[in-house]
């Protein structure tokens, strides 16, 4: 007989209770309750998925596969994953066991991490990054060592920076270009200085590259591409960014076959497969998308100029991210801290933006903003945050 009553809480992991809530969905929460705002906070595509997409996934369902598919998702798939690696990125990777399909690239990461870190082991995570990756490195049982990309060198990792931070506990580090705030690419010679510590220290790197597509200066180099670096990265990508497919929650990873299937079985007991109509979509996306994606590409391309250039005008310092599509302009001129930046914004003028802050600790001085959005919409959120700094 229970004498008394328990708290439900008592009952949680000690490790989420450590795990801080998202904090950009705070602010959509805030942004939800209120009328005529513009959001700049959201990282999905404006546009709707194209419908040739669309119409392979009704077909599919039309014709009735509607039962899981292999856990590793559907051969044609994989085959085409394959296909786009080797011809896009100068990567090869086995259709039969090297090529994972998942639910999103966040899964990838997530099941990347699981796999292979043991307790305590150490991931070098470049700060100011993708909220999540500090989160999942701690719940797969690994401490996440962050380490500041300098504004200096316009938010690219110096190899010197990661090579002081390891230890004989380190395992990896986490990269992502272009990267998620700042829009930063790491070029070839970027990610040779990177691949060289890498391959000194025997490290792991875990390359998100799901902004790859979105790269408009140079010519995008996956580091898996880098002599000696094939079998010592693992590469995350997926649908949701450069095809426009984030509802569709479906990603890939590819990597050596020893830590695929691995992974593998992670993927087996905890989701089973990716959702099948949506794989059919993805085979379409990538025999058939390419000319809907650089049409994409092209007015992201011309809204980042946009963004840049009035941002500056008008008194928020921003660099030229390479990529993705965020801007990360600098509020230090305001006097205000990241927080009361945006959401003094969001209250007076009713557009949302991301506090830098949530990125990590050295995002603090800054603000992300998404220009995934029209551009109509773009110019009013300017006016309104030129209104706003008055």
Request: hydrophobic share 40%; net charge negative; proline share 5%.
């Amino acid at each position: 007989m229970k004498t008394e009553l328990m708290n439900p809480s008592h009952f949680l992991s000690e490790n989420v209770k450590i795990i801080k809530p998202s904090g950009i969905r705070r602010f959509f929460d805030l942004a939800s309750q209120m009328e005529n705002v513009i959001s700049l906070g959201v990282g999905e595509p404006d546009f709707v998925t194209p419908w040739n997409y669309r119409e392979a996934s009704i077909l599919s369902l039309e014709e009735g596969f509607t039962a899981y598919s292999p856990n590793a998702g559907l051969l044609e798939l994989r085959q085409e994953i394959s296909t786009y690696m080797e011809q896009r990125f100068s990567v090869q990777y086995s259709s039969k066991n090297e090529i994972i399909v998942t639910v999103g690239a966040s899964e990838a990461l997530d099941i990347a991490l699981r796999a292979t870190l043991n307790p305590g082991e150490e991931i070098i995570v470049v700060e100011p990054c993708f909220v999540s990756y500090v989160p999942i490195v701690e719940l797969a049982g690994g401490k996440a060592v962050t380490v500041q990309a300098l504004p200096e060198y316009d938010f690219k990792i110096q190899p010197e920076q990661i090579e002081a931070l390891i230890t004989e506990k380190t395992k990896g580090i986490i990269i992502c270009s272009p990267n998620n705030p700042t829009g930063t690419v790491l070029n070839k010679q970027d990610l040779e200085g990177i691949a060289a510590v890498a391959l000194k220290h025997n490290l792991l790197v875990f390359s998100d590259e799901i902004y790859a597509e979105l790269s408009y200066d140079e010519p995008y180099t996956s580091i898996a591409s880098l002599p000696e670096m094939r079998d010592q990265t693992i590469v995350m990508n997926g649908f949701s960014k450069a095809f426009a497919m984030t509802g569709w929650r479906l990603g890939f990873v590819c990597g050596p076959k020893e830590i695929l299937q691995a992974m593998l079985k992670i993927h087996q007991y905890a989701i089973m497969c990716a959702p099948t109509m949506s794989q059919f979509a993805a085979i379409e996306a990538l025999k058939n998308g390419h000319t809907e994606m650089k049409k994409m590409i092209r007015s992201y391309h011309s809204r980042r100029n946009y963004m840049v250039e009035e941002l500056n005008e008008i008194g928020l310092p921003c660099h030229i991210p390479g990529g993705a599509f965020y801007v990360f302009p600098n509020i230090t001129p305001t006097g205000l801290t990241s927080e009361e930046f945006a959401e003094k914004l969001l209250i007076e003028q009713q557009v949302a933006v991301v506090p830098g802050s949530v990125f990590g600790a050295s995002g603090e001085g800054y603000i992300r903003c998404s220009y995934a959005t029209n551009i109509d919409q773009l110019q009013e959120a300017i006016t309104r945050i030129k209104n706003f700094l008055k």
